[in-house]
């Protein structure tokens, strides 16, 4: 089984609509991240959590929010979706006490906004 | 402005022969430097990482530089496969930041 899983893996959603996508992991790690994907932009940082009580804002947190609701979950939504939120969005994790804190990403999930 | 900077034209190697991908960066002193390769439709995986107090790190087929004055790593793939097509990503970490920093990534292809 995956370590970490994101749910759904697409979606297609109308201007105004309210989304959440989800992340679950079972590497035990305490951080995780939410980052979306723009062709020739890279990864770009939205959120992150270093604990279960700690929640801090990414280069580009506007229009997102988040929600740690356990270590092993942490979800992202989208209050009012617009086109421009359109992108690959993918959730990872970290453990700070191995080698370097590398983090292992999920699958993704491809959000389309109409 | 800070900047992290990768190939966006792709490269296009012969099997069998060495990739070298660069990653330069401008306005940044990252405590280390990691390397992440990405298959289409799914997430990164990470492959390798070097500390600024390094020069050089390998891992079986592949071999990274940090070069802190010149501001660049350097990635190698030696005996290049057709499966090592894929795009690659750096990413640097300040110790003044937990968070990491992606550049947009190269992508290589290895012809057979």
């Known amino acids: 089984d995956a370590d970490v899983t994101q749910t759904p893996r697409n979606r297609i959603t109308k201007t105004g609509k309210r989304i959440m996508l989800e992340c679950s992991q079972t590497?035990?790690?305490?951080?995780m991240y939410w980052y979306r994907q723009d062709p020739g932009l890279g990864l770009r940082l939205i959120y992150y959590?270093?604990?279960?009580?700690?929640?801090n804002k990414g280069e580009i947190s506007d229009g997102y929010s988040v929600s740690r609701q356990a270590q092993a979950k942490f979800s992202l939504s989208l209050e009012s979706a617009i086109p421009n939120q359109t992108a690959l969005y993918f959730c990872a994790t970290s453990d700070p006490r191995g080698t370097g804190d590398e983090q292992y990403f999920g699958p993704g999930t491809r959000l389309t906004v109409t | 402005s800070q900047k992290i900077e990768q190939n966006s034209e792709a490269l296009n190697i012969q099997e069998g022969k060495t990739a070298t991908l660069t990653c330069n960066y401008t306005n940044y002193s990252p405590a280390y430097l990691q390397w992440y390769r990405q298959d289409p439709g799914r997430g990164p995986v990470f492959l390798l990482l070097?500390?600024?107090?390094?020069k050089e790190k390998r891992k079986e087929r592949l071999k990274v530089t940090f070069d802190t004055t010149l501001k660049q790593s350097l990635f190698h793939i030696t005996a290049s496969q057709p499966a090592d097509s894929a795009t690659y990503l750096c990413?640097?970490?300040?110790?003044?930041?937990?968070?990491?920093?992606f550049g947009s990534g190269t992508r290589l292809l290895v012809r057979p």
């Open positions: 959590s270093f604990d279960v009580k700690d929640i």
């Open positions: 990413a640097l970490r300040m110790d003044s930041s937990y968070k990491l920093i």
């Open positions: 070097i500390r600024e107090n390094e």
């Open positions: 590497k035990g790690h305490d951080r």
